[in-house]
């Protein structure tokens, strides 16, 4: 089971950090990717990572530079660090999983486990 946690309302040029933490599983061996949908929209790849021990990680060109995504295999937890945020960040932001030793997938239906969603709202 994934948790996502730690959206917000943030100021245009804010920063906020996600968190997406499993239970029931052990987290180093999946590969973890995060989505987002703004409303109206369809969802978006924004970062990925790779198992442990892969070191590949994946950013959508909208975010480069600005996110960065991470993992604390003590806490069983990925981040998605969000800087200079801009009000087209605004989205319902979902953590997804799936056990594999290869690439992190851009594409939700690479993987098998979805969080609840975490509200993201960036103001002007």
């Known amino acids: 089971q994934l948790q996502a946690s730690g959206g917000g309302l943030v100021q245009a040029g804010g920063s906020l950090r996600l968190s997406c933490a499993a239970s029931g599983r052990t987290f180093s061996s999946y590969a973890v990717g995060w989505f987002r949908q703004a409303p109206g929209k369809g969802r978006d790849f924004v970062a990925a990572?790779?198992?442990?021990?892969?070191?590949?990680?994946y950013y959508a060109d909208s975010v480069k530079g600005r996110f960065t995504i991470s993992r604390d295999y003590a806490k069983n937890t990925v981040y998605l660090q969000m800087n200079s945020l801009k009000p087209e960040d605004t989205a319902v932001y979902y953590c997804?999983?799936?056990?594999?030793?290869?690439?992190?997938?851009?594409?939700?239906?690479?993987?098998?486990?979805w969080g609840q969603g975490t509200l993201v709202t960036v103001s002007s």
């Open positions: 997804a999983a799936k056990a594999t030793i290869g690439p992190p997938s851009r594409y939700g239906g690479g993987y098998d486990y």
């Open positions: 990572i790779s198992r442990s021990g892969g070191g590949i990680t």
